[in-house]
């Protein structure tokens, strides 16, 4: 469980960063 909370949480901030970065 803890391995995929991680990569939810890697997911949400390359997500964020591509909507910063056009």
Do not use: F, K
């Amino acid at each position: 469980m803890g391995s995929i909370s991680l990569v939810v949480l890697q997911r949400r901030l390359v997500g964020s960063a591509n909507s910063l970065i056009p």
